[in-house]
């Protein structure tokens, strides 16, 4: 197995929605599709695949934010997913790399992400890969009716 890590195109659009429904449950939308292209114009943020063979075998989301506290842009670690077959072949764990370092050479000061309570489990993963507990966070939703 000879996995490479590169930013997603096109014409990955499909597997990569079809991955991200597994992570959250829920179809792709419209409104995913599109912010997916957007991501991919680089921007505000990153999507980047795992593939051997040409086959994806995960893909990691990330956006980039500014803060008057960093400076400048942070990057925030929206959606990671490695297709439940190539678990335990390290797909995360170069996902995650190449999102750390994606970020790094863009000069973004700080990285973070948000656990659930459906991925708390994954709290040692990220701690690998040096990211440290830091509070906790809160939401408000902006949508009509909600």
């Known amino acids: 197995m000879a996995i490479t890590v590169r930013a997603a195109a096109v014409g990955d659009e499909t597997r990569c929605m079809a991955l991200i ?12 599709r599109a912010t997916y292209t957007r991501l991919l114009g680089g921007e505000r943020g990153a999507v980047l695949v795992a593939e051997d063979a ?8 990330v956006s980039y934010n500014l803060a008057i506290r960093y400076g400048g842009e942070y990057c925030q670690l929206e959606e990671l997913i490695v ?10 764990g170069l996902l995650m790399e190449a999102a750390v ?11 973070g992400l948000y656990l659930l309570e459906s991925t708390e489990g994954n709290r040692p993963f990220y701690a690998k890969y040096g990211f440290v507990g830091v509070g906790s966070e809160m939401r408000q939703s902006l949508r009509p009716g909600d």
């Open 21 to 32: 429904e597994t992570l959250t449950g829920a179809a792709a939308t419209r409104d995913w």
């Open 54 to 61: 040409g086959t994806i075998l995960g893909v990691v989301t």
């Open 83 to 92: 297709d439940r077959a190539a678990r335990g072949k390290n797909v995360g």
């Open 101 to 111: 370092n994606a970020a790094r050479t863009r000069g973004c000061t700080e990285m």
